[in-house]
């Protein structure tokens, strides 16, 4: 059976570039658009990175503001400087 | 020498640890007592990880944050009076059930996490409860300063705490949360931060708050969106509770199969209100109950359990059983409170014909044949002014609470009983679930504080349904009864007149 490896977003403008970032960094991510919120799913892993965010942000980005527009998750967090990933690999 | 930054895992590590101590004065068993009576065996607290690792000085910047925003959007919302442009006038009896059945749970959650937080021996979750113990109280301050300017406007809310503690499908809720206070803090922690934050709260705080933005509620969604923003945290603390009992030591897996048993189905019961706000209250509809189930317990639930399995642990017992009733529990509980409006907080109403399509569309294999009919006549019934209202008190489950509605599995035209025996006394409950969580702790639920009871008993108000509903400081003809008809609806009606006045 599929694990789906989940992260639910704001769907506004500081969440956009979190959002793309996401989606051009993990190959195969289904969206879920609901009013207001964006679900997204990806089979066993989906990772947040730094550096793809402050590309699309255009600034300097700490990591854990991520917590000012997360909704929900689904999978085993890793956090570090650079990454926040979500997964069901060990 | 340059001197290398700290990663945020080492920074972390430095903030967070050693800041406990072995007492002196005391055993360390007087000073944590009730970290040891349920049996649960923990060898090594400092195993305990902290995948958020947040520090205490970065959640009050970004709790701070999240409160200038949402206060901003409450204000604009009064300044506009965002209640004009809700979808429909019915949606403010949702916001009705959610202040009086689900708010005053973040009271109680706040509670139970600041006990958890210091009854527990190790750091680690006690940083986290403590964390998540202020969140809950954030959570009902800002639902209470949200729903505070609906009050001004709409019948049934202003009497939310005393109704909590009195009124009978309020103690649906109330008795699930007592229960899981009352119990141990590691059964707590199973309970609350596994059980309901990471299995379930999703399917209240996801579709239901996403269905509030579009019914034009952007108050309600922004309070909803962003008590859920803590709610990560939470979820991650709940997998991170059960993973640290079930790596402890392999005695500590029956204990918490059984906790993940009882509170699955507990809470799959108290979402059962959800699950009719979903599928009768929202005049705008996001998804269905059944969809919105298997999204966020199918699936999500799903993947959890198919990881926990390398500890032994299993999908909780009745879950199948509570799948299937995804396409029942919405309509059968809709129908508990179509029959007792009179003795109801909100505002109930049979659906119009675009809304019974939507729900044949979404129950293609159940709606038609069980519960439209049985709308379809009640709607006549109303055209006819026989309006059916049911004055029979209900007997109740002994352990949801609940009026015994609900069907026997395979069956959705016969009613389930099952029974047990205690100290020589008969127990009745809806269903297998919750007939063994009483067996399970017969000496518990025996003192359950059920509202038909003791109304029988004489502790509330009187023997007639007028003394009873005074005693709940009901507002009658104005807080209960249907949408149609009520001054909710006139005043509703009245500021479409208006609108349209202004347009022409």
């Known amino acids: 059976m599929s694990q789906l490896a989940s992260l639910t977003l704001y769907n506004n403008d500081d969440a956009r570039p979190i959002i793309d970032a996401i989606l051009a960094d993990n190959p195969g991510v289904r969206v879920l658009k609901m009013p207001g919120a964006v679900k997204l799913d990806c089979e066993d892993k989906l990772v947040v990175k730094r550096a793809s965010v402050e590309e699309r942000m255009g600034h300097s980005w700490d990591l854990q503001e991520i917590h000012l ?7 085993h967090l890793d956090e570090d400087d650079d990454q926040f990933a979500v997964s069901w690999s060990h | 020498m340059t001197v290398k930054k700290l990663g945020l895992k080492q920074r972390y590590a430095h903030m967070t640890r050693g800041l406990d101590w072995e007492t002196t004065y005391q055993p360390m068993d007087k000073v944590f007592p009730y970290d ?3 049996g649960i065996k923990i060898k090594d607290w400092a195993a305990w990880e902290d995948p958020f690792r947040l520090t205490m000085d970065a959640y009050w910047k970004f709790q701070a944050e999240k409160e200038r925003k949402l206060y901003a959007v409450l204000d604009a919302f009064a300044l506009n009076n965002g209640q ?10 949702v916001v009705k059930l959610f202040l009086t059945g689900i708010s005053p749970e973040e009271y109680q959650a706040h509670r139970g996490f600041a006990f958890a937080g210091r009854h527990l021996r190790g750091v680690g979750p006690r940083v986290a409860a403590q964390q998540q113990s202020l969140d809950e109280l954030r959570h009902i301050q800002t639902q209470i300063h949200t729903i505070s300017h609906y009050n001004k406007y709409f019948d049934g809310i202003g009497e939310f705490p005393h109704m909590h503690d ?5 103690s649906v809720p109330k008795s699930f949360f007592d229960d899981a206070r009352t119990a141990g803090p590691f059964e707590f922690m199973i309970a609350i931060g596994f059980a309901f ?7 209240l705080f996801v579709p239901f708050m996403s269905g509030a933005a579009y019914n034009g509620d952007m108050s309600t969604v922004t309070f909803g969106f962003s008590a859920q923003s803590d709610e990560s945290r939470h979820m991650t603390l709940g997998i991170e509770v059960i993973k640290f009992l079930l790596e402890q030591h392999p005695d500590n897996l029956p204990i918490v199969q059984k906790w993940v048993d009882k509170w699955f189905w507990r809470g799959h019961r108290v979402l059962g209100l959800v699950a009719m706000m979903m599928d009768y209250m929202l005049p705008k509809k996001v998804m269905s109950w059944k969809e919105a189930w298997e999204i966020y317990f199918t699936e999500a639930g799903g993947a959890l359990f198919q990881d926990l399995a390398r500890y032994g642990l299993k999908v909780p017992k009745y879950a199948d059983i509570a799948t299937a009733e995804a396409e029942h529990i919405s309509h059968q509980n809709w129908a508990i409170f179509y029959q007792y409006t009179h003795a109801a907080a909100f505002h109930t109403w049979m659906p119009d014909k675009e809304h019974l399509d939507w729900l044949s569309e979404k129950y293609p294999t159940t709606f038609d044949k069980y519960y439209r009919p049985r709308w379809e006549m009640w709607a006549q019934m109303e055209k006819e002014c026989k309006r059916f209202y049911n004055m029979a008190l209900p007997m109740l489950c002994n352990t949801c609470q609940i009026p015994m509605g609900y069907t026997e599995p395979g069956d959705p035209t016969t009613i ?6 205690f100290r020589g006394e008969t127990y009745h409950f809806c269903s297998d679930g919750c007939k063994d969580i009483f067996d399970g702790e017969p000496e518990k639920f025996a003192q359950s504080w059920l509202p038909v009871h003791q109304i029988f008993q004489g502790n509330c108000g009187g023997a007639t349904v007028p003394d ?6 009901m507002n009658v003809g104005a807080d ?7 001054p909710d609806e006139k005043l509703w009606n009245e500021w479409q007149a208006g609108k349209v006045k202004a347009a022409s």
């Open chain 1, 69 to 75: 527009v997360l909704i929900s998750m689904a999978g």
């Open chain 2, 36 to 38: 040891t009576f349920e």
């Open chain 2, 84 to 93: 004009t442009n809700i979808s429909d006038g019915r949606y403010a009896n």
């Open chain 2, 468 to 473: 009873v509903l005074n005693w709940y400081r």
């Open chain 2, 480 to 486: 209960n009864m249907d949408y149609v008809g009520s």
């Open chain 2, 166 to 170: 009195r009124v009978w499908y309020l």
């Open chain 2, 197 to 203: 934050e990471y299995v379930l709260t999703n399917l």
């Open chain 2, 416 to 421: 389930c009983f099952r029974e047990t025996q």
